[in-house]
Structures are given as C-alpha cells and as structure tokens.
C-alpha cells in the first residue's frame, strides 16, 4: 500500500506562484509513475501531468504547458508541482495519484492510489 500526503496548497493572486508536494509513505515510489490531477467545483476531475518512475518521461495536459513543472526525487518519497503564472481558472483541489508501472498515463482510472488533495486558489 502506498499512502500519499498533499500539501503545499493556499491562496494566491493570479500571475502567482505555489509549490505543491505530494509525500508518499509505506512504499518507496522508486518504481511508481505519479501523477497529479485537479478538480474544480461542479466539474470533473481532469488531468494535470505525471511523470514516469525515473523521472525521464513527463506529459503535461494543454492547459499547463508551460506554466507547471513536475519533478520527483525518489530518495526523498517526494513529488512536486510547480506552478507558475497561476490563473483564476487553476482553482481547484489538486491530488496526487501512483501507478507501479514503468509508463505514465493521463486518465485518472489508470491509478491505484490517492491522496486528499490540496485547495489552491487564485484570486484575479
């Protein structure tokens, strides 16, 4: 069993930055691919990025590219999101999520583990 932990979330103005960490436990995630998704009050969860076991495949959803960085540091049980340039429409409770695989994925039903989530909020 993999348990995650996010943190990280907060208020912040649009154009703004925020740092989220999701600290996993009861597994090393060495071999796991991470992801991150959102979901926004009233719509679905969508997709945010994720990243592969070794850290050398990243994918990105559109509406990120180029604002949000993903990163892992394995020896730490640690994955990161940053965000940068935030917009209003970034609002939304941000999770993480862990497959053992050697790919990644972009679809939520392809992971077996969650964690909480976090609130991020932008403010315009």
């Known amino acids: 069993q993999v348990q995650l932990v996010e943190s990280g979330g907060g208020l912040v103005q649009a154009g703004g930055s925020l740092r989220l960490f999701c600290a996993a436990s009861?597994?090393?995630?060495?071999?796991?691919?991470m992801g991150w998704f959102r979901q926004a009050p009233g719509k679905e969860r969508e997709f945010v990025a994720a990243?592969?076991?070794?850290?050398?495949?990243?994918y990105y959803a559109d509406s990120v590219k180029g604002r949000f960085t993903i990163s892992r540091d394995n020896a730490k049980n640690t994955v990161y999101l940053q965000m940068n340039s935030l917009k209003p429409e970034d609002t939304a409770i941000y999770s993480c999520?862990?497959?053992?695989?050697?790919?990644?994925?972009?679809?939520?039903?392809?992971?077996?583990?969650w964690g909480q989530g976090t609130q991020v909020t932008v403010s315009s």
């Open positions: 999520a862990a497959e053992k695989a050697p790919w990644i994925y972009d679809k939520s039903s392809e992971y077996d583990y």
């Open positions: 009861g597994r090393t995630i060495s071999s796991y691919a």
């Open positions: 990243i592969s076991w070794s850290g050398g495949n990243i």
